[in-house]
């Protein structure tokens, strides 16, 4: 993908993206405008083909019932990192491993998947080379599920977090494994479990 978006043109690419993945067929002109505010069919259109010429959008036939994701758009289809949390953005090009596709349902714009290395977490269920289904988040609440990363490990961890007083920390859910208390930063929301049986 190429060039940022605007504020309108993420949202109208979103709103795409959600018709195509709930309803498995673009939204209208009409649609569009109506759910982004755009006045103008002739501006809907403009956004159109703004997303197009930036490699977010794929039409054939009409402006709108003909759109399509490009593959790499497919919000099924969901990176693999190797690391989280570098450069100021979670995910870099140079980080992806590969892709994984998941339940449509379950899958949203952004989300990235991660692989389980170690058993630290097995008593929540999580198994070395399990897969994580991860969604961006930069605050949790306790006891969720979150990916966060620590000054001393980049590629991210796995864990617990719980308030403890007035202080947070990263709990492992194997007795092994002690409480992670230095500063760390949540990156991202553990929504979803992958395992292979092969």
């Keep these: 993908m190429s060039s940022e978006l605007t504020p309108l ?11 195509i993945q709930d309803r498995g ?15 103008a069919p002739s501006s809907v259109a403009y956004h159109i083909k703004q997303l197009e010429s930036k490699g977010f959008l794929k039409h054939e036939g009409s ?3 003909g759109l ?17 949390g570098a450069g100021n953005g979670i995910i870099a090009q ?14 949203r714009r952004g989300d990235f998947v991660l692989r389980v290395r170690g058993d630290s977490m097995t008593g929540a269920g999580i198994l070395e080379g399990d897969f994580i289904q991860v969604r961006p988040a930069e605050t949790a609440r306790d006891k969720q599920l979150v ?3 620590t000054e001393d490990d980049a590629e991210g961890v796995v864990k617990r977090l719980r308030k403890r007083g007035a202080s947070w920390q990263l709990e492992s859910e194997n007795p092994n494994y002690g409480p992670i208390t230095e ?3 949540v990156v991202g929301l553990v929504v979803g479990l992958i395992r292979n049986y092969t």
Aim: glycine share 6%; with cysteine; proline share 9%.
């Design 9 to 19: 043109q993420k949202r109208v690419l979103d709103f795409i993206t959600e018709c």
């Design 147 to 149: 990916v966060a990363v």
């Design 63 to 65: 402006i709108s019932r």
């Design 68 to 84: 399509t994701l490009p593959e790499d758009a497919d919000p099924s289809r969901l990176p693999v990192l190797g690391r989280v």
């Design 183 to 185: 500063r760390f930063r």
């Design 25 to 39: 067929v673009p939204p209208t002109v009409r649609e569009i405008g109506k759910r982004c505010k755009i006045g």
């Design 94 to 107: 140079e980080d992806i491993e590969g892709h994984l596709r998941v339940d449509p349902d379950s899958a």
